[in-house]
T-cell receptor, first 112, second 113 residues
Framework: AQSVAQPEDQVNVAEGNPLTVKCTYS??????LFWYVQYPNRGLQFLLK??????LVKGSYGFEAEFNKSQTSFHLKKPSALVSDSALYFC??????????FGSGTKLNVKP | DGGITQSPKYLFRKEGQNVTLSCEQN?????MYWYRQDPGQGLRLIYY???????QKGDIAEGYSVSREKKESFPLTVTSAQKNPTAFYLC????????????FGSGTQLSVL
């Protein structure tokens, strides 16, 4: 079965420092992986996706994600965090051609 | 959130009552989805539809029903059989089976009175 896991409920980082939000996946076949961000009381917004190709994927708002096949990970990263990056982040996997499964979410707190 | 409208933003359900959550999209997308979000559990798939007049159950369909009579509309009914309906409900759409990106509405918070 296809699934993703986000091992951290919350990540705290100081503004200007690099951030990492972790995601591990379990899939059969080639993984289709995604990151979404959710601000309070809003829907999710697409950040980036990995389908194939380069292991480092660049997305919106300066975010990037590193795909590591041997570690079955797809961690979200940003070189320098902003207070406005504080939000809930979800990793997702495409399970079949028409279904997506989401992780439990990681709350990112960026302190000034 | 652009292009997908969910209403109402807040909804209250009385015991034994059915309630319907609206989801409308003007993106001309083929596929539409309903997810339920509970704190600490992420998003769980309730129902999805790839084309008009067709829909499939997700992982937690019990106590819910949907219809897809028009391409732009995918309403979700929370029936009285759903014993724990309090949650944040998110509707999403996707252009087609080739396009991987999901577009989400801004959600409906359903609470039980």
């Amino acid at each position: 079965a296809q699934s993703v896991a986000q091992p951290e409920d919350q990540v705290n980082v100081a503004e200007g420092n690099p951030l990492t939000v972790k995601c591990t996946y379990s899939v059969s076949g080639n993984p289709y992986l995604f990151w979404y961000v959710q601000y309070p009381n809003r829907g999710l917004q697409f950040l980036l996706k990995y389908i194939t190709g380069d292991n480092l994927v660049k997305g919106s708002y300066g975010f990037e994600a590193e795909f590591n096949k041997s570690q079955t990970s797809f961690h979200l990263k940003k070189p320098s965090a902003l207070v406005s990056d504080s939000a809930l982040y979800f990793c997702a996997v495409r399970a079949t051609s028409d279904k997506f499964y989401f992780g439990s979410g990681t709350k990112l707190n960026v302190k000034p | 959130d652009g292009g997908i409208t969910q209403s109402p933003k807040y909804l209250f359900r009385k015991e034994g009552q059915n309630v319907t959550l609206s989801c409308e999209q003007n993106l001309n997308h083929d596929a539409m989805y309903w997810y339920r979000q509970d704190p600490g559990q992420g998003l769980r798939l309730i129902y999805y539809s790839q084309i008009v007049n067709d829909f499939q159950k997700g992982d937690i369909a019990e106590g819910y029903s949907v219809s897809r009579e028009k391409k732009e509309s995918f309403p979700l009914t929370v029936t009285s059989a759903q014993k724990n309906p309090t949650a944040f409900y998110l509707c999403a759409s996707r252009a087609d089976l080739i396009n991987e990106k999901l577009f989400f509405g801004s959600g409906t918070q359903l609470s039980v009175l």
